[in-house]
């Protein structure tokens, strides 16, 4: 356990600033995350040095298609959660704290920067599986020696954080994968126990800051589906952060405390038509379709990464991720 950041003391409680929540904690009581705790008047952060998954993976699973296109990265993840959504994929590790979860294990960070940089082609480490804005300091050290190595640091995340701790990430992230789970505020406190606002304000930042970023939206049967939202989700984009951003449409499954039936392809092929019209990057998640999952010049349409599952072919970019055929800058990060 390490103390945390980004709190206050108040009469014996703690409030934690860390994310929206603003949590106000009595002593021995937790936050709405379950992973940082009052103790003795201090917030300590449970998950330091706790795991519960090291893994390597491919670069398009956070997913990221524009960042380092068919390499391996190492991904680490705890417990916990500042969200709480009901169609949760994780949610045996993401709805549960230290105390709960019997497979969590001790690490230090020089042991996994050490096994980040045990295979050569490995480009950095993800922060994901569960979110890791609730294990803010952990992240942060883990971010900072990786650098040092050389390796890259990617954030995968819910955007449900406060300005201070965001800005701070900055100076260590080098991408972000960044859900953006519907466009309503009802969603976002019937679903989530959240609110949209500070996940808006998240995106903005990201942008502003020049950090590679990427959106995926998970769409959910009978929920968050409407046509209508969807526009006004992708006007938003558009406008606010551009037409070149990556968005990520994904195909929702019955899990968790969400019953509803699969997303109809029907559903997902209409919104990727609907988002193409503004968004120069659309794709289509944990669906098994050819549409949806190679890259196109916008300039000349030529394609110029070809995707089948995780195997990804780079066949139409020059070396420093401008098209071939026209020149048309698409990937700023490749190998």
């Known amino acids: 356990m390490k103390e945390a950041s980004y709190y206050t003391r108040e009469n014996g409680k703690v409030r934690c600033f860390l994310c929206p929540h603003n949590c106000l904690i009595a002593v021995d009581k937790r936050g709405i995350c379950r992973v940082r705790k009052n103790v003795g008047g201090k917030l300590i952060a449970e998950t330091w040095e706790q795991v519960c998954s090291l893994h390597f993976d491919p670069i398009e699973k956070k997913p990221l298609y524009h960042f380092y296109p068919g390499q391996t990265i190492f991904s680490v993840g705890s417990v916990g959660c500042n969200l709480h959504c009901k169609f949760c994929q994780n949610c045996e590790i993401s709805q549960v704290g230290v105390d709960e979860y019997p497979f969590l294990h001790t690490i230090s960070t020089e042991e996994i920067v050490n096994k980040a940089v045990s295979i050569k082609e490995n480009i950095g480490i993800a922060y994901t599986y569960n979110e890791p804005t609730v294990w803010f300091e952990f992240m942060a050290e883990i971010a900072k020696q990786a650098k040092s190595q050389n390796l890259k640091n990617v954030m995968v995340t819910n955007g449900f954080i406060n300005p201070e701790p965001l800005e701070d990430s900055l100076e260590f992230m080098d ?13 976002y406190k019937k679903i989530t126990s959240s609110w949209l606002q500070p ?51 994904s195909r929702y499954h019955p899990t968790y405390k969400m019953s509803e039936p699969s997303t109809p392809e029907t559903t997902l092929n209409l919104f990727f038509e609907l988002a193409s019209k503004k968004l120069d990057y659309v794709y289509l998640g944990n669906l098994h379709s050819l549409q949806g999952q190679n890259t196109y010049c916008p300039n000349c349409k030529t394609e110029v990464i070809k995707r089948t599952g995780y195997l990804t072919e780079v066949t139409g970019l020059d070396k420093v991720g401008n098209c071939e055929s026209c020149q048309y800058k698409i990937i700023k990060y490749r190998i």
Do not use: C, Q, R
Request: glycine residues 4%; proline residues 2%; charged residues 35%.
């Open 175 to 187: 991408a972000y994968s960044v859900d953006l789970k519907a466009f309503d505020e009802n969603f």
């Open 199 to 249: 996940v808006l304000e998240t995106l903005k930042t990201i942008k502003k800051s020049g950090k590679h970023f990427e959106i995926t939206n998970l769409v959910i049967t009978n929920t968050n589906d409407d046509p209508d939202e969807f526009k006004e989700m992708i006007d938003w984009i558009a406008e606010e952060l551009g037409k070149d951003t990556v968005l990520h449409i």
